[in-house]
């Protein structure tokens, strides 16, 4: 960068390459999907102009970038004429997941969860226990059986020993359909009751309630194109960050979560999966960029 280029501001460098490039401010607009009257309140150095000054150095990058300037270079050699921010995290790579402080916390299981954890365990037991007391009670009274016939003959003792045996097998091979029948049947109640549904809250394009969910349930972002995104869990903010074009990220949402807030500053080329399953957050196709999405979490 020349000496004069660091004299300058940074919204008269950015304009200067524009126009270098041969751009005007509506193929910029169309390029970076920054809405015009934000790219030239860049240009003018009215920052003021933007919506946060976290969206300052993620749109002066984005502009840069475009027009062929180190982003990062720029806001290091401008760093005092722009507004700070708690966090910035730029995710570049698939792979590069950071969890939270409150993500990392795990709240203790309560006795009545650690039941409800081992109940399907105790029912199979209780019924395998109640097999095998059926057997051998069948057992006992086919033995008793044998024993009062001893003055028979060898060939009444064994008939009779046949049949004992045969009506043993045919009642436990009753019992034991009736026990895999009953497990099955509970296996299939307990996974339709814990299906993930998530509902718009009666008309509401922009608030939803998500039912049968993870004890963490894990977002998952993608951007077919840059684009920008936070994440607030019950007041707190749990990450922000801005996504290059095909990007992913992935948040673990705190255990017990109530409320998640979800800002997209380029909505139309964002998707979001919960637990793995889609969440159509834009049910009415709305051609917003910049939305706001209220999911809460029973």
Do not use: C
């Amino acid at each position: 960068m020349s000496e004069n280029e660091e004299k300058s501001t940074i919204g008269a460098q950015l304009k200067a390459a524009r126009t270098t490039k041969g751009l005007t401010i509506d193929d910029l607009q169309q390029i970076t999907k920054i809405q015009k009257r934000y790219l030239i309140a860049i240009e003018d150095d009215d920052f003021d102009q933007l919506p946060g000054d976290f969206y300052v150095r993620a749109f002066i990058r984005q502009y840069a970038d475009t027009v062929d300037i180190d982003g990062n270079a720029l806001l290091e050699a401008h760093r005092d004429e722009l507004p700070q921010t708690e966090t910035e995290t730029i995710v570049k790579n698939v792979d590069e997941v950071q969890p939270t402080r409150a993500s990392s916390r795990e709240r203790p299981t309560s006795p009545a969860g650690r039941v409800r954890n081992y109940l399907p365990t105790i029912i199979v037991t209780g019924i395998v226990v109640v097999i095998l007391l059926f057997i051998w009670f069948m057992a006992v009274k086919t033995h008793a059986g044998a024993g009062s016939a001893t003055d028979t003959s060898s060939s009444t003792t064994e008939v009779s020993s046949s049949k004992a045996n045969s009506s043993s097998k045919v009642a436990s091979s009753k019992a034991a359909a009736s026990s895999s029948s009953a497990a099955k049947a509970s296996s299939e109640k307990k996974a339709k009751d814990d299906q993930q549904a998530i509902k718009a809250d009666g008309d509401s394009d922009t608030a939803y309630t998500l039912t049968n969910g993870a004890t963490k349930n894990k977002v998952t972002f993608k951007a077919e194109k840059a684009a920008w995104m936070s994440v607030t869990t019950d007041g707190t903010q749990t990450w922000q960050g801005t996504l290059t074009a095909n990007g992913t990220h992935d948040v673990t949402l705190p255990s017990g979560a109530k409320t998640v807030k979800f800002q997209f500053g380029n909505a139309t080329s964002t998707s979001v999966t919960i637990n793995g399953k889609n969440f159509d957050f834009n049910p009415k196709n709305s051609s917003s960029q910049v939305r706001t999405i209220t999911l809460t979490i029973k």
